[in-house]
């Protein structure tokens, strides 16, 4: 199993997903890569094809 997330806000991961013949894109928040990776097969495992970190830029 995976180590606990201890970040206040962990880092937001884009699900790119195959719905009959489109292409959707779901939001999840996860610990790190591999913990977004195991989630979206977890969720999708027969449409899923990309998992991809979105990163927010801070303004200051």
Do not use: N, Q, S
Request: charged share 30%; aromatic share 4%.
């Amino acid at each position: 199993m995976g180590r606990p997330c201890l970040e206040l806000m962990p880092p937001a991961y884009d699900l790119i997903i195959e719905r009959g013949g489109a292409i959707v894109v779901e939001t999840i928040e996860a610990c790190d890569e591999d913990a977004a990776w195991r989630l979206a097969l977890m969720l999708h495992i027969d449409a899923l094809m990309a998992v991809v970190c979105r990163e927010e830029h801070k303004t200051r």
